[in-house]
C-alpha cells in the first residue's frame, strides 16, 4: 500500500476500532471499496462518517464512481448499499476446485517468477490488462515479497504465453491470470490454467478462482475445467455524479 495518499480510513471510538474502510484502485476512473463496521456498532453511522471521508478523497482524484462487493450472507451490508443510492451492477462468483477434469496441457510448462522477472511480468500486464508499466512493477515488487504469494510464468513449446497469480493461504486462489494476446482463442489458455491448478492441488485439497457473472467466457473455461460455484458476491455501483453531495462539492 503506497503511503503518499490517504487510502485507509479508520474509526475508533474509546480508543477501539470499530470500523475500517480501504480504497483500492484497478480502474483509472474507478475505486473498489472494502468496509467493515464491528457489529456491535452497526445501525450508528460509522460507515456513514467513513464514507463521507472516503468520498471527499475520491472527489478530489477526479473519480467518478466506487464499486463495493457485498458479502452474499449480509443483509444489513445490502440495506445500507440501498440508503446510499448504489445501484447493483453484477454478480462475482468464486468457484472451488478440488478435482481436476482431464485435460492434454500438451507441451505446457511452469516456471516461477523469480526477482529478475519482474520486468517480464509488468509487460505482460501492460499487454493483458492495459496497465501502467511503472505501477505494474511496483505492485509486482510487492507481491515477490510477500511470502504467501506465487506468480507462475506459463509457457507452450518452451515460449513464454501468459502467467497467473496465486495468493496460497489459507486455500489458494488463482488471479491476475493472464494469456498474452498472440496466444489467445487457440485453447492454449485452458490448457495453461490446467497446468496452475494441477501444481496448486498437488500441495493443497483444493484451489479457488473467482469471474465476474458477465465474463461468459472465463466461467464456462471454469466449469470445464472442474471448478463448482460456492458463493456469489453482488457487486453494486456508486455513481458521483448522481450523487448530491457530489454536486455540492463542485
Partial sequence: RPNI?????????????????????????????????HPKYRRQGVFHRMWIEASMELHQRGIGSALFIQHPDSE???ACLKALGAKYFRSEYRYECQRLKRTSM??????????KDLTTAAMINVACF????????????????????????????????????????PTPLIHD??????FQNRGLGKEGLAKVVEALLA????????????????????????????????????SFEHSPAHRDWE
Fill in 203 to 238: 500441495e493443497s485439497p483444493s484451489v479457488l478462482i473467482e469471474a465476474d457473472s458477465d465474463h461468459f467466457s472465463a466461467n464456462k473455461m471454469y466449469r470445464s475445467l472442474g471448478f463448482e460455484i460456492v458463493s456469489t458476491y453482488c457487486q453494486w455501483l456508486y
Fill in 130 to 169: 492495459g496497465d501502467n508499466k511503472a505501477a505494474a512493477l511496483e505492485r509486482l515488487e510487492d507481491t515477490f515479497r510477500q511470502k504467501n504469494r506465487r506468480v507462475y510464468f506459463i509457457f507452450h513449446q518452451d515460449q513464454l504465453i501468459g502467467k497467473a497469480h496465486a495468493m496460497l493461504k
Fill in 76 to 78: 444489513s451490508a445490502k
Fill in 5 to 37: 495518499e490517504y487510502i485507509d480510513f479508520l474509526f475508533y471510538l474509546d480508543n477501539q476500532c470499530v470500523g475500517f474502510l480501504a480504497i483500492y484502485e484497478f480502474e483509472p476512473d474507478q475505486a473498489e471499496i472494502c468496509a467493515i463496521v
Fill in 177 to 182: 491470470f493472464a494469456i498474452l494476446p498472440d
Fill in 106 to 115: 500438451k507441451d505446457i510448462s511452469l516456471r516461477q517468477m523469480g526477482k
